[in-house]
């Protein structure tokens, strides 16, 4: 191993001994300490490689100390190596060549979860629940999620050969598909939820999101859509430019949407509304949740900041932070956070302070006493530092422990494929109820099938028991506890009958997607959605919408 190979592994940027650990005021100390930590590094790399009493991979050991180093700067700035700069590009373009089909791996087994419509997948007749035995002649016996993904993938207009079994038959089929270049939909729905009242589910911000919003909106409108309801919960975030332009759709051209700083002054730059808006008056709720960040929150920003609409559901996620890609050697990548995003009211939503660390390496979030209070448009009260709040806060519920149990152990998705094989059709999504009868046939199904759970409450009794035992006061409220033991521990049977709307719920939306997939997933919920509900509420009543935009 010559030094000159040595150099080029150093100059990767992966010096991460003792850099950091102090601040440089003078630029030629500054130049000196990364010169000097760059060579430690390369040193100890070539010992290590060297000496090791085993033989190592130097590729992964070179991947463990970069991913290391950026770890302790934030979650954000990733190494993409050359073998994952496809995947990457996928994440920021939506767009792949494949079948197009969502798979996953349930008890060991790989299944169709979700085929996109009009995909080569659907073409093909693949089902949701078909179980994939081989990819190519390839057993899947063992196979990660990873793998399977990497063999469906592959050049557009070549053939993947697929062997299936499917629910109720014993025989495995083999079925051709052609793969295509697949694009990942932004908007994997839109639709109306009443008469008047149109809904749009943002999943994404990959290129051309804001196409796919304008036409929904467009189309909706044309069907009779009065008011909107943008979803942009659990959404992740993406381009920053899609954002922009997303917002642009309901603000109008020259308003400000975003601005970003960062410590390269030359990079710093604000971004306006290029484009004529195509409705600034229609009424908007935009739902979001605690998964919602990054351009989520730029979108979710500019509409309270501009009291363009009404913000329901949770607190989002609180990531501030810009990423930009910059080229490394060998074709791979560096995404490096760059800069810090500003939303019109001049605040940042950025929860998580990277740049102040504990002594232990760990962050924590703002607390409240530091936030900054901003007025928006009309002069309500927000605050930076902790994800954008919403206007009309709804709590989101969680499962009961019973349905948390039954989804887990795959036990919804193997009553669901067989009652659809028992039935030829359902209602409409939207129209679809589980009968009472077909969910007494469900619970008479579970009868055999193993299953268990434990409920918060018993967790806490269990917790009460070991630190009264613990501080030796067990013995002293024995019988209180076998008591309170009886009457809050779980009953199956019990539990089913007591959590039946929330159980049928599910049933109801894993039915409706093997009929209608993703539209039928999503329409089966809005009757027991309650950020929907609250939602429909306040566009249907105009003087509520309208007291919550002035902060009442």
Same mark, same amino acid.
């Given at each position: 191993?010559?030094?000159?190979?040595?150099?080029?592994?150093?100059?990767?940027?992966?010096?991460?001994?003792?850099?950091?650990?102090?601040?440089?005021?003078?630029?030629? !100390?500054?130049?000196?300490?990364?010169?000097?930590?760059?060579?430690?590094?390369?040193?100890?790399?070539? !010992?290590?490689?060297?000496?090791?009493?085993?033989?190592?991979?130097?590729?992964?050991?070179?991947?463990?100390?970069?991913?290391?180093?950026?770890?302790?700067?934030?979650?954000?700035?990733?190494?993409?190596?050359?073998?994952?700069?496809?995947?990457?590009?996928?994440?920021?373009?939506?767009?792949?060549? =494949?079948?197009?089909?969502?798979?996953?791996?349930?008890?060991?087994?790989?299944?169709?979860?979700?085929?996109?419509?009009?995909?080569?997948?659907?073409?093909?007749?693949?089902?949701?629940?078909?179980?994939?035995?081989?990819?190519?002649?390839?057993?899947?016996?063992?196979?990660? +999620?990873?793998?399977?993904?990497?063999?469906?993938?592959?050049?557009? *207009?070549?053939?993947?050969?697929?062997?299936?079994?499917?629910?109720?038959?014993?025989?495995?089929?083999?079925?051709?598909?052609?793969?295509? %270049?697949?694009?990942?939909?932004?908007?994997?729905?839109? =639709?109306?939820?009443?008469?008047?009242?149109?809904?749009?589910?943002?999943?994404?911000?990959?290129?051309?999101?804001?196409?796919?919003?304008?036409?929904?909106?467009?189309?909706?409108?044309?069907?009779?859509?009065?008011?909107?309801?943008?979803?942009?919960?659990?959404?992740?975030?993406?381009?920053?430019?899609?954002?922009?332009?997303?917002?642009?759709?309901?603000?109008?051209?020259?308003?400000?949407?975003?601005?970003?700083?960062?410590?390269?002054?030359?990079?710093?730059?604000?971004?306006?509304?290029? %484009?004529?808006?195509?409705?600034?008056?229609?009424?908007?709720?935009?739902?979001?949740? *605690?998964?919602?960040?990054?351009?989520?929150?730029?979108?979710?920003?500019?509409?309270?900041?501009?009291?363009?609409?009404?913000?329901?559901?949770?607190?989002?996620?609180?990531?501030?932070?810009?990423?930009?890609?910059?080229?490394? *050697?060998?074709?791979?990548?560096?995404?490096?956070?760059?800069?810090?995003?500003?939303?019109?009211?001049?605040?940042?939503?950025?929860?998580?302070?990277?740049?102040?660390?504990?002594?232990?390496?760990?962050?924590?979030?703002?607390?409240?006493?530091?936030?900054?209070?901003?007025?928006?448009?009309?002069?309500?009260?927000?605050?930076?530092?902790?994800?954008?709040?919403?206007?009309?806060?709804?709590?989101?519920?969680?499962?009961?422990?019973?349905?948390?149990?039954?989804?887990?152990?795959?036990?919804?998705? !193997?009553?669901?494929?067989?009652?659809?094989?028992?039935?030829?059709?359902?209602?409409?999504?939207?129209?679809? &109820?589980?009968?009472?009868?077909?969910?007494?046939?469900?619970?008479?199904?579970?009868?055999?099938?193993?299953?268990?759970?434990?409920?918060?409450?018993?967790?806490?009794?269990? #917790?009460?028991?070991?630190?009264?035992?613990?501080?030796? +006061?067990?013995? #002293?409220?024995?019988?209180?506890?076998?008591?309170?033991?009886?009457?809050? +521990?779980?009953?199956?049977?019990?539990?089913? &009958?007591?959590?039946?709307?929330?159980?049928? !719920?599910?049933?109801? &939306?894993?039915?409706?997607?093997?009929?209608?997939?993703?539209?039928?997933?999503?329409?089966?919920?809005?009757?027991?959605?309650?950020?929907?509900?609250?939602?429909?509420?306040?566009?249907?009543? %105009?003087?509520? +919408?309208?007291?919550?935009?002035?902060?009442?």
């Amino acid at each position: 191993m010559n030094k000159k190979w040595f150099r080029k592994a150093a100059l990767v940027g992966v010096a991460a001994a003792g850099l950091g650990l102090m601040s440089f005021n003078d630029p030629g !100390e500054r130049y000196f300490a990364i010169v000097k930590n760059l060579d430690i590094f390369a040193t100890l790399y070539r !010992e290590v490689n060297t000496y090791y009493v085993d033989e190592i991979n130097p590729n992964r050991l070179m991947k463990t100390g970069i991913d290391a180093m950026l770890r302790s700067l934030d979650p954000y700035t990733d190494y993409i190596p050359e073998d994952e700069i496809e995947d990457y590009r996928t994440m920021t373009t939506g767009q792949y060549g =494949g079948i197009g089909a969502v798979v996953g791996t349930r008890n060991g087994k790989t299944y169709v979860v979700m085929p996109h419509e009009n995909s080569p997948a659907t073409k093909a007749g693949l089902r949701i629940s078909d179980e994939i035995i081989r990819i190519d002649d390839i057993d899947l016996k063992n196979k990660s +999620y990873l793998d399977v993904n990497k063999l469906l993938r592959g050049q557009a *207009s070549s053939t993947v050969k697929l062997t299936i079994k499917r629910y109720g038959q014993d025989k495995t089929v083999e079925v051709p598909i052609v793969r295509e %270049n697949i694009k990942i939909d932004n908007v994997p729905y839109y =639709g109306l939820v009443t008469a008047d009242i149109g809904y749009i589910h943002l999943s994404d911000f990959t290129t051309g999101a804001h196409r796919e919003v304008k036409n929904a909106l467009v189309e909706l409108k044309s069907k009779g859509a009065k008011k909107i309801i943008l979803d942009l919960r659990d959404n992740p975030g993406g381009l920053l430019s899609e954002a922009v332009n997303i917002s642009n759709i309901f603000v109008p051209k020259d308003a400000e949407i975003v601005s970003t700083r960062g410590k390269v002054t030359d990079w710093n730059k604000v971004y306006t509304a290029l %484009n004529p808006p195509v409705d600034t008056d229609i009424p908007v709720v935009v739902l979001t949740s *605690s998964r919602s960040a990054s351009a989520a929150e730029i979108v979710a920003g500019v509409i309270q900041d501009y009291d363009r609409g009404v913000l329901i559901g949770q607190k989002t996620y609180g990531k501030g932070l810009v990423q930009a890609t910059r080229p490394l *050697s060998y074709n791979s990548q560096l995404k490096i956070t760059t800069a810090k995003y500003y939303i019109p009211s001049g605040r940042c939503i950025q929860a998580i302070d990277y740049s102040h660390r504990n002594t232990d390496g760990s962050v924590g979030k703002i607390p409240d006493s530091l936030q900054v209070a901003f007025k928006t448009r009309s002069g309500r009260m927000v605050y930076d530092g902790g994800g954008i709040t919403p206007d009309l806060p709804v709590e989101r519920t969680t499962s009961p422990a019973i349905a948390q149990s039954l989804e887990t152990k795959n036990l919804l998705f !193997e009553y669901v494929n067989k009652y659809f094989v028992e039935h030829p059709g359902i209602k409409p999504a939207k129209e679809f &109820q589980l009968p009472d009868e077909d969910y007494q046939a469900f619970v008479k199904w579970l009868s055999n099938k193993e299953y268990d759970y434990t409920t918060q409450v018993e967790k806490s009794v269990e #917790d009460l028991i070991a630190h009264a035992k613990k501080e030796k +006061y067990y013995e #002293d409220i024995q019988e209180q506890v076998k008591s309170l033991k009886t009457r809050i +521990y779980h009953n199956k049977d019990s539990d089913l &009958q007591k959590f039946k709307p929330e159980i049928k !719920e599910m049933l109801e &939306q894993e039915i409706a997607s093997r009929y209608y997939l993703q539209k039928g997933y999503v329409e089966a919920s809005f009757d027991d959605d309650a950020d929907i509900r609250a939602a429909v509420d306040v566009l249907n009543n %105009n003087s509520r +919408y309208n007291q919550l935009l002035k902060g009442k």
